[in-house]
């Protein structure tokens, strides 16, 4: 008994003194992201080996949904980084006054320069409806407007490709598109939370095409064998995402968050983008892309409203979509 009470005491010490050394930095992100098959589980095994730390990720919706939530939180939030905002949330957050300035220096492969000193890029892609290749699909938003082809988005409250959307019809028609989204509102079938459900709904078969990315038949290539999907190719061009990382200025960790996003931009975290997010690499890996990226459409156009321009027309983009879909 003496011997037994003795090693109890010895283990609940050292098991204290383990919990009280082992740092814990939380990401909040969004729900793909953490998913069994998306990057979290690898990206966290990665970081882990080499930080002594405990990664947590926490689960937040889809993209739009995080800054809500860090809003809310305000300074109280429990969170370190937020991964998963876009350039058209950026300025939002930055005005927030809750994001502090990154210090990493780095040279990035992204279709546009990068000089944001309070978000870090971590992959890109373009926006873009999937669909099966049997499929005979427009070319353009006015001849999807004047179709009668069944469209699944995403809702532009909680999901940044929804909120892409909105920016890609903006960009490409500026005073016009309330115009297109009246067209465009017969052809919706259904507008989901985030990107999961949507894409769940095509693949079920609910809709002709699923706003996606460019990159994502990619997905059903290299991990299904199934080369049936595409992306249709838009005349006006295509809407390009940026997605971000940005450290909290309240974080109780600084100097971990600050390692975590030198870590996300290293080939640890950047080799696994590819083939779990289904986007690109914000920096390329050294052993390259995976072989079905060579034949995903490439746009002739690439679209892109600035960090500021994006904040100025989300509202009014936001009242042009309501007002079309409400009718």
Sequence with gaps: MKHLAYATGVFATLAGASFAETPELTVYTYD???????????VEAAFEAQCGCDLKF????????????????????????????????????????LFAPHGVTAEFDLPVAWDDDVFLPYDWGYFAFVHNKSFDAPSSFMALAESDVKILIQDPRSSTPGLGLLMWVKA??????????????????T??????EAYGLFLEGEADMVLSYTTSPAYHLIAEDDASKTTAKFEEGHY??????????SSDQPE???????????????EVIPTTNWMYPAVT?????????????KPERTLLLSAK??????AGALEEWRAALSQ
């Design 191 to 196: 507008v989901s939370k985030g990107w999961s």
């Design 309 to 314: 321009e994006a904040a100025d027309v989300r």
């Design 240 to 249: 390009l995402q940026v997605e971000v990382a940005g450290k909290l200025a």
């Design 172 to 189: 490409a028609y500026g005073d016009k598109s309330a115009a297109v989204w009246e067209g465009l509102a017969d052809n919706i079938v």
């Design 256 to 270: 971990l968050a600050d390692a975590f996003l030198k870590f996300m931009l290293s080939d640890g975290f950047q």
């Design 32 to 42: 793909s992201f953490v998913s069994e098959w998306g990057p979290g589980p690898k």
């Design 58 to 97: 926490v689960s937040a919706g889809d993209g739009a949904a995080l800054l809500s939530r860090i809003r809310l939180e305000g300074a109280r939030s429990e969170a370190d980084v937020v991964l998963g905002l876009d350039t058209n949330l950026t300025a939002a957050a930055a005005e927030s006054g």
């Design 285 to 297: 890996p050294d052993a390259g892309l995976a072989e079905g990226f060579a034949g995903m459409m």
